[in-house]
């Protein structure tokens, strides 16, 4: 049974960072990419970040790119972003997702499972 489970979040100033994480279990991590979405209040879910089975290859929104970075831990099952200079356009659950896929691609309909979420909140 696939389980993915968030931490991280929180309520921070703009121009703070975070760092999210993910703990994944119940697959065999290594074989998979791994993404990150968001949702803000009264929009639809959107893709945050990816990253391939390996490591060796990451996809970015461009809204986050350059402030945002995606690592993961075969050797931990974790997957982890790490958020600077948040925006408060920042502002949504951040979801975990394991990929039907080993490559890093960026669609929702890649992606088999998700967490729970974790909430970022950025004030101004």
């Known amino acids: 049974q696939v389980q993915l489970v968030e931490s991280g979040g929180g309520l921070v100033q703009a121009g703070d960072s975070l760092r999210l994480s993910c703990a994944a279990s119940?697959?065999?991590?290594?074989?998979?990419?791994m993404g990150w979405f968001r949702q803000a209040p009264g929009k639809e879910r959107e893709f945050v970040s990816c990253?391939?089975?390996?490591?060796?290859?990451?996809n970015y929104a461009d809204s986050v790119k350059g402030r945002f970075t995606i690592s993961r831990d075969n050797a931990k099952n974790t997957v982890s972003l790490q958020m600077n200079s948040l925006k408060p356009e920042d502002r949504a659950v951040y979801y975990c997702?394991?990929?039907?896929?080993?490559?890093?691609?960026?669609?929702?309909?890649?992606?088999?499972?998700w967490g729970q979420g974790t909430q970022v909140t950025v004030s101004s």
């Open positions: 997702a394991v990929s039907w896929y080993s490559g890093a691609y960026h669609r929702e309909r890649d992606f088999a499972s």
């Open positions: 119940g697959f065999t991590f290594s074989s998979y990419a």
């Open positions: 990253i391939s089975c390996n490591g060796g290859s990451t």
